[in-house]
């Protein structure tokens, strides 16, 4: 929610209190830097201990309810028939309309078990846009992904409010292409992460249920940032401001085949689960999931979380909690757009994105401009922010780099977490770094790990740049922080 203030400001307003905080630590300058060398120029090989505002993501880093907290409680621990899973069960049904839960232990396992039931080798799945684990275990079943975006979706600095529609004319021409027999589903994903957290709308995926159907083709949807999605529904597209995000909600279901989320984001628990009507679906995935998962009341995750999930997903349907990450969100975009930094826009979802290519133009994306950027927005604030461009793209079969449709940094808002002064804080942080842009150079891989290498990637420094942007900035502030 959005509060004007008398002098006619606009801010979000928090609609929940803190009662446990945790303490954090913003190490000088110098220390950073040592601590950034540690970890070989990658954000995600630094421990929190080094870390003043851990932006790297809001995937499991959300602030719980109280009542989330108070249904771990009563948990009830069985291998099989546990209570805790039908609570779950209970509360998808309710909020999301499907017949059948299978939990697992987060996004991926869901991704893992659909692509192993569903995907052939020459197989290929039209999506709005990849997800890093997605496309993963596509690729391992021997599918193909096929990215459907509009011209809209790579435009970082547009104005177009569903920038994570999909292409339906090009799906139609794929699926005409490739015969509907070799395209197991359609995907689409609420608040598409890797393109900046952008939405698509209800009236798009209306438009690409219809077609799929015509052709006998599940639709599946990748529903980790279904809250936001609903939320940005609401606010952007027309004939949505009085509707409920539970409304909304069950809107966007009434068009799906096969649901599947990483509970870790809008659920604000630490699971995953797939949810389908389909008998015939659910038989496909169901021996699978003891084979990789656990048995099918608790799916690898604790009951704790299950029931934490339960209750999580009853609360994305409320308003304050659905908006409670978007509209922090809005406003550090909006704050960084202000100091002139190149955030992409409009603001999304989970998080605010930058655009490397624009704020570091002289480095070539082989140097890898988001990592550069991802990197050094550490160095000069203590802030963890995610590489999602070329380094987070696995090369081709020959080894040879493929370079991302987008180099981007990623300043995740994990709901409930952070607090104004701490997002003015990385807003000031960046602009300084905007005005000293000139002082980072590329870097290059020092050790590249087989599959996703972004997780523990080892890179360098060209030209030793970290020392010189340090320098530079403890001769503005100082070397206490
Ligand atoms: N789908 C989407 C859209 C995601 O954002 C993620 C995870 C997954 C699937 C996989 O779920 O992590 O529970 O296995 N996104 C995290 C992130 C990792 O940082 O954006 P998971």
């Known amino acids: 929610m959005y509060v004007r203030l008398s002098d006619g400001r606009e801010i979000p307003m928090e609609m929940h209190k803190v009662r446990i905080v945790q303490k954090t630590n913003l190490p000088p300058a110098a220390q950073r830097l040592a601590a950034m ?23 499991g880093t959300n602030a719980m309810s109280d009542n989330q907290l108070g249904a771990m409680m009563v948990a009830d621990d069985a291998y099989a028939g546990s209570e ?11 909020v999301l309309g499907f017949e059948h839960t299978l939990p697992v232990h987060q996004g991926r396992a869901a ?49 177009h409010p569903f920038r994570g529609n999909m292409d339906v004319q ?61 939320f940005l529904i609401r606010q952007r597209e027309a004939g949505y401001a009085d509707k409920s995000i ?5 809107e966007l279901m009434s068009c799906v085949d096969i ?28 021996p699978w999931l003891p084979v990789y998962e656990g048995f099918a009341t608790y799916g690898g995750m604790s009951t704790k979380e299950v ?67 991802a990197t050094s927005i ?20 020959s080894g040879k780099d493929v370079l991302a449709d987008l180099e981007l940094a990623r300043l995740a808002v994990p709901r409930r977490v952070y607090t104004m002064s701490q997002i003015e804080y990385a807003v000031d942080r960046l602009a300084w770094l905007y005005a000293h842009r000139h002082l980072v150079k590329g870097l290059k891989f020092a050790h590249q790990p087989p599959v996703l290498r972004f997780f523990f990637g080892r890179l360098a420094p060209l030209e030793d740049w970290g020392r010189e942007l340090v320098r530079a900035f403890e001769a503005d502030f100082g070397t206490e922080c």
């Open 307 to 373: 029931e934490a999930m339960a209750v999580g997903i009853r609360e994305m349907t409320d308003l304050d909690t659905a908006g409670s990450g978007v509209e922090f969100v809005r406003y550090f975009v909006e704050r960084l757009v202000a100091r002139g930094v190149p955030a992409v826009t409009p603001p999304g979802g989970l998080a605010a994105h930058v655009d490397a290519m624009r704020f570091l133009p002289h480095i070539p994306q082989e140097e890898y401009p988001a990592g550069a950027l």
């Open 84 to 94: 805790s899973f039908y609570r779950l069960q209970d509360a998808v049904k309710e």
């Open 37 to 59: 060398e540690g970890a070989g120029y990658n954000t995600f090989l630094l421990r929190t201990r080094d870390v003043f505002l851990d932006m790297l993501t809001d995937s």
């Open 378 to 397: 550490y160095l000069a604030s203590g802030v963890r922010s995610m590489e999602r461009g070329t380094v987070s793209t696995d090369p081709d079969e």
């Open 259 to 286: 649901f599947y989320m990483s509970g870790r984001k809008s659920a604000a628990a630490r699971g995953g689960l797939i949810a389908t009507s389909s008998e015939e679906y659910y038989g496909r995935i169901l």
């Open 111 to 159: 991704e893992n078990l659909l692509s192993k039931a569903f995907v052939k080798p020459g197989d290929v799945v039209p999506m709005n846009y990849h997800f890093t684990t997605t496309k993963a275990h596509i690729d391992l079943n021997g599918g193909q992904v096929l990215e459907l975006y509009t011209d809209e979706a790579m435009k970082t600095d547009g104005t």
């Open 246 to 250: 539970g409304e909304i909600m069950a």
């Open 170 to 230: 090009k799906l139609k021409e794929t699926i005409a292409e490739y015969g509907a027999e070799h395209v197991p589903f359609v995907r689409m994903e609420a608040t598409t992460n890797l393109i900046g957290g952008q939405p698509f709308s209800m009236a798009n995926l209306r438009e690409v249920k219809a077609v799929a159907a015509t052709h006998g083709i599940p639709l599946v949807f990748d529903g980790s940032l279904i809250s936001e999605n609903a």
